[in-house]
């Protein structure tokens, strides 16, 4: 493939993203009768069982940066971060009239707020906190987690008006299995040659999976793989790093773009991590309710919104990701007034202390307008290692 196919690819998914009035899930559910679409809100869901229903995951992640908030201020207090104000004002507005449903993962308070106030805004809309455990025993937060999810499976089964079987299910499970294996190829990709796939590119790539339907995103990621692996793009000497804290509220596509014009090849990041949340296979032998609950426990990513059951291993996955991924710093991006990133950012900035791996932090919104700071702030960072490394 062609330079001209990696555009054409981009350009497709940067549209997507652009529109917030989610075109493409509404003809997803137009093209036939009875379809139904749920959305749910970043970190992590678990899509197969939408999936196996028949239903559409729809990822919504606010408004970023295109949409005025008016209606959505008058719902919270300015204190905490924009997200669930310029959700409100997707759904105040008419632009998730088509959503059959909508689930909030255990992110922090605020979320869980945000499930109940959108029960008691759209009663005729199916809601649901969706709650995940905080033991990781297989015999208490497992179970616990199994109920979760058969509670979420049944409650989808009666909105569909259909039963699903355990082979349903494992379907299902190997769709998103093949899914986050492109994902995890993109990621490796780009940690090895980060000229080759730029982060604002990977970022568009992974977003269009959030209103797409499974199959097409896995045949979109492979074809932007193939297109982008046959280009000859220049290398430049950037410092390569790992961007962290935006697991959440999602930056605006200029400040990834910001970082990349600073001088920083971004190798890693924890953007929309309900890509690649589950960091391996999931079994499809058995029962896949168990199997889903065993991956949550004991494969996936870590984070500040998941708790962590082992004090030493706190922040350890960072410099882990810098071993491997051959980072030289790290950038804390987090959202204004997330309390999950913050509270957790002292912690992990003196484990990466104690390896001798240099680090950056600042805050942003999902409608942040000025990113010259970020970027002078970035670049200096760049320069600084290089500057150290040399001597």
């Known amino acids: 493939m062609s330079q001209s196919d990696t555009a054409e690819i981009v350009a497709r998914c940067h ?25 749910y809100m970043p970190v992590y869901v678990p899509r197969e069982i939408i999936h196996a229903v028949g239903m559409l995951p729809l990822g919504i992640l606010g408004g970023g940066d295109q949409l005025e908030v008016i209606h959505g201020d008058a719902y919270y207090q300015s204190y905490i971060c924009r997200i669930p104000r310029s959700t409100i004002e997707l759904g ?31 009663p005729g809309v199916y809601s649901k906190y969706f709650d995940v455990p905080q033991t990781y025993e297989d015999d208490v937060g497992g179970t616990f ?61 992974l977003r269009a999976g959030l209103v797409l339907p499974v199959e097409e995103h896995t045949d979109l990621v492979e074809q932007y793989l193939a297109a982008a692996e046959s280009e000859d793009r220049p290398l430049r000497d950037n410092c390569r790093v790992i961007l962290t804290g935006m697991f959440c509220e999602q930056p605006p596509l200029n400040l990834i773009k910001s970082l990349e014009l600073s001088g920083c090849y971004v190798v890693d990041d924890d953007l929309m991590l309900v890509t690649r949340w589950l960091t391996d296979d999931v079994p499809t032998a058995g029962d896949p309710l168990h199997n889903l609950s065993q991956a949550f426990l004991h494969h996936s990513e870590s984070t500040a919104a998941k708790y962590e059951p082992n004090p030493e291993e706190k922040g350890q996955y960072l410099v882990r990701a810098v071993r491997r991924t051959g980072a030289e710093g790290v950038i804390f991006a987090s959202p204004s007034f997330c309390d999950p990133a913050l509270l957790d950012r002292p912690m992990l900035q003196n484990v990466l202390k104690e390896a001798g791996i240099p680090f950056i932090a600042f805050k942003y919104a999902e409608n942040s ?12 960072f760049a320069d600084s290692i290089k500057l150290w490394s040399a001597a």
């Not at 307008?369 to 200096?380: F, L, N, S, V, W």
Request: a neutral charge; hydrophobic letters at 40%.
């Open 15 to 39: 549209v997507l993203y652009e529109d917030l009035n989610f075109t493409a899930a509404r003809k997803w559910k137009d093209a036939e009768p009875g379809r139904k679409v749920i959305g």
């Open 92 to 122: 105040v507005s008419g632009r998730l009239d088509f959503v059959d449903g909508m689930l909030f993962p255990s992110i922090c308070d605020v979320i869980r707020n945000l499930s109940g106030m959108w029960k008691m805004m759209f």
């Open 145 to 205: 987690y199994e109920n979760e999810l058969t509670e979420l499976l049944h409650d989808l089964e009666e909105l569909a008006g259909r039963k699903v079987s355990e082979d349903d299910l494992r379907r299902s499970i190997e769709v998103y299995n093949r899914n986050r294996q492109v994902v995890r190829q993109l990621y490796a990709l780009r940690a090895q040659k980060p000229w080759q796939v730029p982060a604002a590119e990977v970022y568009l790539v």
């Open 369 to 380: 307008g000025q990113m010259q700071p970020i970027r002078e702030q970035a670049g200096t």
